[in-house]
């Protein structure tokens, strides 16, 4: 018989506490310290403090740990707005002053050209910034039937958990989304399937007749009951929103009240361009920077009448209709055929004809392909975070674009493709810069100019 562990009922030991100086922000918003041979990851702690730290997770090479106590404070640290800050997982460095917040992206992106791609721009761009609050269009809340407490919780989920925080607001969100986070909860408690509602997905539109246009998509597991579709309706008249269901994938995404609705839509002035778009299509979630965003992208590019210029991964042509404005002939690609649809959709809405759209999947790219697509002046590529690796092995003397315009979600897939374009395809990385599309958060939206060396 085996022997019981005399172990067993004990207590977990308290982790050891240590000193640390932070050196510097990685790629996920912690501060990054080195103690004896290892890389410590230290979440809460900002560059050039003296903290203490516990950690909770030890590997050979490196720790992952928190913060215990700021021993000495950088003078860039301010107190978080959001109530619910350190507990909900949505946001990672509202103890970072704002601006101080863009100079650390800035700064990783600039790491990762040179120490992953080897590679440094010629010029840094100023970074572009967006609104630091209730800029958030879209999300993905999760939602939770606490049966010990009778409540439901609606929100992100817990840091580094996958328990759906307490909370009742979000900073972040729209002024109007964040203000319906508790009705939700209280509408959710009452209906017949509150333990089947895993999750409800939003897009905010630009307003019609002086209102935000909002939606909402259920994602329930079981049959609505008729009290339950009384309950949902009455909440979207109260609310002034759209309640769509969800019931397996994503095409079971349909509207269930009002079926009169506004549509969705967001315009960019300065093109005379407006975009209509479905509440689980990809949009980007801050619309003030996305303006900005292109304005950058249209000044680096300079399209011409009588260019031919390629926008790959175009999704719903955000990029695509600016660039047709100028004249030259433009053709999109995207791996996903309800965006080409939607892209097409907006052209003739639009009035634009010198734009052709296209499904293809981009990560499967070959030489032979792409030089059947035609010789381009310039291309524009808004990839994913996997990047375009393959769309960039595929360039030859044959199909290479003088000018392409990088715009990218991921700094250190930019920065291999970077690596690519410059030591193997006979590009330079003329400027580079970040855009703070998710302030508050660690994400890092950047972009790029390559110019083909004579």
Known sequence: MARRSRNRNLPPPIPETKHAFIESLDQEGRGVAHLDGKTIFIDGAL???????????????????????????????????????????????????????????????????WHIGKVKPDNMLPPLYGPAW???????????????????????NEKATRYVAVMDSCEVL??????????????????????????????????????????????????????????????ADAHAVQVWTQTKGPDTIKPFYPLDAPQLSYSLPE?????????????????????????????LLAPQAGEKIADFFCGIGNFTLPIARSGAEVLGLEGLANLVERANESAALNGITN???????????????????GRFDKWLIDPPRDGAFELIKALDETNSPQ??????????????????????????????????MFSHTAHVESIALFEREA
């Open 271 to 299: 093109f005379n361009l407006r975009y209509p778009f479905k509440p689980n299509e990809f949009t980007q979630v801050n619309p003030q920077i996305n303006q900005v965003m292109i304005r950058r992208a249209m000044q």
């Open 174 to 235: 729209t002024t109007e989304v964040s203000a319906l986070i508790a009705p939700l909860q209280i509408l959710i408690l009452g209906l017949s399937l509150r333990e089947q509602i895993p999750q409800i997905e939003l897009a905010v539109g630009e307003p019609v007749d002086n209102k935000p246009v909002i939606v909402l998509i259920f994602r329930i597991m079981a049959a609505l009951t008729t009290e339950d579709e009384v309950q949902l309706k009455a909440f």
């Open 403 to 436: 000018r392409i315009v990088y715009v990218s979600c991921s700094p250190a897939t930019l920065a291999r493709d970077a690596g690519v374009l410059v030591n193997e395809k006979g590009y330079r990385l003329k400027a580079a810069g970040v855009i703070n």
């Open 47 to 113: 560059p050039n403090e003296q903290v203490t730290f516990q950690s909770h997770r030890i590997k050979p090479s490196y720790e992952v740990a928190n913060v215990v106590e700021v021993l000495k404070q950088s003078n860039l640290r301010v107190t978080p707005k959001c109530p619910h800050y350190g507990l909900c997982g949505g946001c990672k460095l509202q103890h970072l002053e704002f601006t101080g917040q863009v100079a650390a992206k800035q700064r990783l992106l600039e790491n990762d050209l």
């Open 355 to 373: 734009t052709q759209f296209g499904v293809s999947d981009l990560f499967k790219m070959t030489p032979q392909a792409l030089t059947e697509l």
């Open 134 to 156: 209730g800029y958030r269009h879209k999300a993905r809340l999760s939602v939770r039937f606490v049966e010990k407490k009778e409540r439901v919780l609606v929100g992100f």
